[in-house]
């Protein structure tokens, strides 16, 4: 349990249990060489490397080239950037869940493929023939008509109609 401490001023009455802020987060974005704040959200992308992206958010490979699932705000924390500009870089290169989704690319056997590499095996050259097959995968809309009838046909065989 923490401390009782009095309200700030300015933040209206304290309410028990009434979340504020930590110190040091939120949407901001780290300072630029010069000490003030950098461009737009852009160019904040613009600095991170797609493969290394596709590495850390889709392929769960670490700094030190292990496997370890990693959700947006690992990714933003690696890159010394926001969650907003994860998102953002994500969709710029074609990552995002939705373009994910709509690529002839089977990205939960290449998850598979990196959890699985046996010690010795340098997850990053796996990964790069990984992305080089997301990248040459043609895109390939889901047809979700077609797909949930298939569901709920197999659904079907195996609990029987209802």
């Known amino acids: 349990m923490r401390p009782w401490r009095p309200p700030e001023r300015g933040r209206g009455p304290a309410q028990p249990g009434a979340r504020r802020p930590r110190e040091g987060t939120g949407n901001r974005r780290p300072p630029d060489a010069a000490g003030g704040r950098s461009g737009p959200r852009s160019a904040l992308t613009k600095s991170i490397d ?8 889709h392929l769960g490979i670490g700094p030190d080239k292990r496997y370890a699932h990693a959700n947006i705000h690992d990714v933003a924390r690696r890159f010394g950037v926001d969650a907003g500009v994860i998102r953002q870089a994500l969709q710029e290169h ?29 997850r ?39």
């Open 94 to 122: 074609g990552m995002d869940p939705e373009a994910m989704m709509n690529r002839d690319f089977d990205l939960a056997m290449a998850q598979l493929d990196i959890q699985v590499a046996p010690e010795g095996i340098d």
């Open 50 to 57: 797609p493969f290394d992206l596709f590495c850390a958010y």
């Open 124 to 162: 990053i050259e796996v990964a790069k023939e990984l992305y080089a097959q997301f990248r040459s995968a043609a895109h390939k809309p889901r047809d979700w008509r077609r797909l949930l009838a298939e569901d709920e046909r197999e659904n079907a065989k195996t609990f029987g109609r209802r």
